[in-house]
């Protein structure tokens, strides 16, 4: 293993993800807030067996403005440069070498700079709307973010209710690939679809597709994009449901329902019951062919003030995969390189927990197993359960600066005996925020 982007990277660790939000006040008035932000990630080794991505350091520079707010209404622009921008990797690469592909939105490590926000939003007393380029934040558009994240183009409205009841309607047209969509089709999904990336997206990164040419591979056809129509309800102190509703014309309809309930107990401990189910079938012209998945889900938690563990679980039925395209990770057993639970017929455990060292030092770990799904690809077929463990060490040495460095062990269902598909990846990142 080359030592150049990993020695580059801990030298840069106390300027890693630098974060700077600022209003701009010239003479008493506001004139907005800009926000930049540095961050730096590298990995710090894997196996050398051409599946396990055991080279790479990527950088993300973000500079995003908002204008002071204008009867309610406030614009905002957002740029974002990912690539090797400050020259720490080696352009060739030894044979045992694997690049990090999920870091980058090109095959180079090129810089690549998007205009990916670019927005109006306005708040007026209930109601709250946005029109434009955003990140939109929902169960099946949102997922982990490595470097650039992904984006949506698209308007939509909340309407509070009550303090209890809250209603949303948006319509999202398009979706830009950030670089994380690379490790969802490949060595999350392993080419199934169903890890938020069904599509390969190698050569369409950073650039604004229609949904339906972000959903299928080789579209020729025009659609409406996705409807999507969401409601959350507040049933008590500390219970909550909630219901959203994704209409992608002539693709899919996806239902998803989540809820959870906080029952607290004697010396500020608590068990948190989470319970979640999804739903998809095929409507319209059934671009995507014939889809008939269902996921449901638990976990149960338990909270003290120094320490938590969790047990979860997911079972998907029904006669077909997930078409997970757009981003999304609800699923209560999805790890940092697994999301096996969107696969066709697959029953999937997940422990874990966290503790907390000192108030400045937090280790958590957990382990997941995925059964055999019934999901194979034009090369691969699944022979056996997957699994996947996961030790995290953060160090937060203040209120601005956070490291965080972690280990995945994992297993895959395709693995064979002449094709090794095993991960043993430690990777760093690290905040620092004024």
């Known amino acids: 293993m080359k030592l150049k982007p990993v020695i580059a990277a801990v030298a840069l660790g106390l300027v890693s993800n630098i974060a700077y939000a600022k209003n701009i006040t010239i003479d008493g008035e506001d004139k907005g807030n800009l926000d930049l932000m540095f961050k730096v990630m590298t990995i710090v080794d894997g196996k050398d067996n051409g599946f396990d991505p055991n080279y790479g350091t990527s950088e ?23 690539g090797d921008l ?41 109601f709250d709307w946005f029109a434009g380029r955003v990140i939109y934040d929902s169960p099946l558009t949102t997922a982990a973010v490595s470097t650039m994240p992904n984006f949506h183009t698209g308007a939509g409205a909340t309407f509070k209710v009550n303090e209890s009841f809250k209603v949303g309607l948006a319509q999202i047209t398009q979706i830009a690939f950030g670089a994380r969509a690379a490790t969802e089709w490949g060595l999350i999904g392993e080419g199934t679809g169903t890890a938020g990336t069904a599509i390969n997206p190698l050569d369409k990164q950073a650039e604004f597709l229609d949904i339906a040419d972000a959903t299928i591979a080789n579209n020729t056809e025009n659609t409406n994009g996705i409807t999507t129509l969401n409601a959350s309800y507040k049933l008590g102190k500390n219970a909550n449901i909630s219901l959203w ?29 989470e319970l979640q189910y999804l739903n998809q079938t095929n409507v319209g012209a ?29 079972n998907s039925f029904g006669d077909t995969k997930m078409l997970n395209a ?16 969107y696969r066709e017929n697959v029953t999937a455990f997940k422990v874990g927990a966290k503790y907390k060292i000192t108030p400045k030092w ?50 895959s269902e395709y693995d064979t005996d002449s094709n090794d598909r095993t991960q043993a990846h430690t990777r760093l990142a690290a905040v620092v925020k004024f």
Not at 108 to 114: F, G, P, T, V
Not at 250 to 269: C, E, G, M, Q, T
Not at 326 to 341: E, H, L, V
Not at 378 to 387: E, Q
């Open 326 to 341: 757009w981003g999304g990770d609800p699923a209560y057993t999805s790890s940092i390189f697994s999301r096996n639970a």
């Open 60 to 82: 993300l520079l973000k500079m995003k403005y908002t204008t002071p707010s204008f009867n309610g209404v406030r614009f905002s622009a957002g740029s974002y440069i990912t």
């Open 286 to 314: 059934d671009l995507a062919g014939d889809l008939d998945y269902s996921l449901a889900g638990a976990k149960a938690t338990y909270i003290t003030p120094k320490w938590s563990a969790y047990v979860a679980a997911n």
């Open 362 to 411: 937090i280790l958590s770990a957990s382990y997941a197993d995925y059964g055999q799904s019934d999901t194979s690809t034009a090369t691969l077929t699944p022979s056996s359960d997957a699994t996947e463990a996961n030790v995290t060490l953060v160090w937060k040495m203040n209120k601005n600066t956070l490291f965080k460095l972690f280990h995945s062990s994992r297993t």
């Open 245 to 273: 509703n994704y209409y992608a014309e002539d693709i899919s309809n996806n239902v998803y329902v989540s809820a959870d309930n906080k029952f607290p107990l004697a010396d500020k401990r608590a068990i948190k019951v």
């Open 86 to 126: 400050l020259g720490t990797n080696d352009n060739t690469l030894d044979a045992d070498q694997k690049l990090a592909r999920g870091m980058y939105v090109t095959n180079d490590q090129s810089a690549e700079q998007l205009l990916g926000e670019l927005h109006l939003k306005g708040q007026h007393g209930s």
